[in-house]
């Protein structure tokens, strides 16, 4: 009986322990749990750290310097957004996304995506000359205007431009007698052919009878939106389709969410290819997200629009002044937009929109605003495995805009400050490594 009575004991004191660590077990899941729930609120973008990361960046939000740099020198000034393939990594001043705002230049990438998606489609070729698709265009083979491809407009070395007799003796392949890069007379600076009451191809058919052809397509870059507003005419006769609707249904009905507050401004009647246009960060950011995403054309046209187009270009003429080539290494433009790399970061001392380290596409806006895009691998499109936070890639986009619309040089020289800063601090943050912000500036 007493050994009956001690295993009776011993039977009741495994039960109370197995119930006593079963009740434990039963508490630590609910407070595993609760941490899992607690821990799927925070957005991937301020989770902690990833094992491995460097022990230099503490668990958190390894945003918040960048926040506090971009609160503390630019406040309400304007709005920062930057993502990939993940999606949205950071944003400031998300609140005021749904701003109107003016922007230029930057509709160049906007621009140029719409005529690599219509040469997708099969419209027209990229090295089509203007004369398949324009009845009225020169086709004499001693004009050299009958050679220009949408290859050579795309890239502005049509060899379009208009120059002031009294201040340049411009050679026959369009170079100046001397180089004058810092030209600024105003009535000389911007040389474009405005068609904000025109159509389409009346706007063309007035760049070929009003603005120069300085030189053979080809030979000399020349930044102005007379080449685009060629190519324009060309998609309006092949796709038999006005410009305002293919902007509507090739580009902002087929970003998601869709851009609906693009417009260009309310005293024109017709687009200009390049600039003068209302838009909101929000919509953006949509172009933004789905071109860097090849929502809107395919990596091997991204490719395409993304490299040096201007290799071959002798001199380059910019506001009016001419300017030598730059040395081999040193990018200049690719399909309507701008390039950059380490070895451009480094000759302009920092004082760059992007490319510290990575190759960079960029489209600045006369407004001081900016959108960009910065891959590895240029141009074999990531072949390393990324070993970056938050990243497959080891790629990125972000754009830059002022809600607070400023276009003096003080503000230029501000925001390309700013933006270089943000960009190092994306890569540090990206690749685990501490940053710490610079000291606030009053002046640049």
């Not at 000034?77 to 005021?96: A, C, P, W």
């Not at 020349?222 to 509507?248: E, F, I, P």
């Not at 087929?254 to 417009?263: A, G, N, Q, V």
């Not at 300017?323 to 690719?334: E, I, L, Q, S």
């Amino acid at each position: 009986e007493q050994e009956e009575d001690e295993e009776e004991q011993e039977a009741e004191k495994s039960i109370s322990n197995s119930s006593s660590n079963s009740s434990q077990e039963d508490e630590k899941h609910k407070k595993h749990k609760k941490h899992k729930k607690k821990h799927k609120k925070i957005p991937k973008w301020n989770s902690p750290q990833r094992p491995g990361s460097s022990p230099d960046v503490p668990d958190g939000d390894p945003w918040e310097p960048l926040r506090n740099y971009l609160t503390l020198q630019m406040g309400n000034r304007s709005v920062y957004t930057m993502g990939n393939e993940e999606g949205i990594l950071f944003q400031y001043n998300g609140d005021k996304q749904g701003k109107s705002i003016t922007i230029a230049s930057e509709m160049k990438l906007m621009g140029a995506t719409l005529i690599m998606r219509l040469i997708e489609l099969g419209y027209f070729g990229l090295d089509d000359r203007l004369s398949r698709w324009l009845p009225w265009w020169p086709t004499d083979p001693t004009d050299s205007r009958s050679y220009i491809t949408i290859r050579h407009c795309i890239a502005m070395t049509s060899g379009f431009y208009w120059i002031p007799d009294d201040h340049y003796n411009v050679k026959m392949d369009g170079r100046p007698e001397r180089f004058n890069a810092n030209y600024t007379d105003g009535k000389y600076q911007v040389a474009e052919k405005r068609c904000h009451s025109q159509n389409e191809i009346s706007c063309a058919q007035e760049v070929l009878r009003t603005s120069q052809h300085i030189a053979p397509p080809g030979v000399i870059w020349t930044y102005s939106c007379d080449h685009l507003r060629l190519v324009v005419a060309v998609m309006v006769t092949a796709t038999g389709t006005d410009y305002n609707t293919l902007w509507r249904r090739h580009m902002f009905h087929r970003t998601s969410p869709r851009m609906t507050r693009t417009r260009h401004y309310l005293d024109m009647d017709y687009w200009d290819p390049a600039a003068e246009v209302r838009s909101t960060p929000k919509d953006l950011q949509s172009f933004l997200s789905a071109y860097y995403n090849n929502k809107l054309i395919s990596p091997e046209s991204q490719k395409i629009l993304e490299t040096e187009s201007v290799r071959e270009a002798r001199v380059r003429w910019f506001l009016g002044g001419s300017r030598p080539a730059r040395p081999h290494g040193m990018p200049n433009f690719a399909f309507d937009v701008w390039l950059s790399n380490p070895v451009m970061y480094e000759e302009q001392q920092g004082q760059a929109w992007c490319g510290k380290s990575q190759h960079c596409i960029f489209a600045p806006s006369y407004f001081n605003s900016v959108m960009a895009v910065e891959r590895l691998d240029w141009p074999t499109y990531n072949n390393r495995n990324c070993t970056w936070n938050y990243s497959k890639s080891c790629s990125f986009y972000f754009h830059l805009q002022n809600v607070i619309e400023d276009a003096s040089w003080e503000n230029n020289k501000r925001c390309k400050y700013v933006s270089s800063v943000a960009e190092e601090a994306i890569l540090a943050i990206l690749q685990g490594k501490k940053w710490e912000a610079p000291p606030i500036r009053d002046k640049f």
